[in-house]
């Protein structure tokens, strides 16, 4: 059976087959965060589809480019902007992004978000002890 409407009278419907109810898909996170600056390009961020823009980018370990952008780098917030975007549902939309800017990448896997949570340990506590006095 297929959940017709996710809600209906604020109560959560739900099929015979388990589904999580709060999973997102890359896309769907682009389409909700990302997209506000990547679509324009605004502040200098790299446009969906521009290829010569995310070259260098794509180039940057995985682990590495989306542990930055979940802290943060040069005008983009720290996870986009949504304090309570997951590092997942970040890994994805940036992988959706790479992927439709010329880049081959696979979504990350729980070895890759061990990978990512080491590297945004390593960004925070980079910026934590430049802003020390």
Known sequence: ????????WGVILASSAPMPLFAVTG????????AVCHGPGLNGAPKLGDKAQWAPLIK???????GHGYVGVRA?????????????????????MVNQSGGKWTEPNEKMLIQINKEIKKREASISSSKKP
């Open 27 to 34: 896309i769907e996170t682009y389409q909700a965060v990302c």
């Open 1 to 8: 059976m297929k959940i017709s409407r996710l809600f209906q």
């Open 76 to 96: 983009m917030p720290p996870k986009g902007g949504k304090p309570d975007l997951s590092v997942s549902d970040f890994a994805n939309a940036v992988v959706y």
């Open 60 to 66: 940057e370990p995985p682990a590495q480019l989306i």
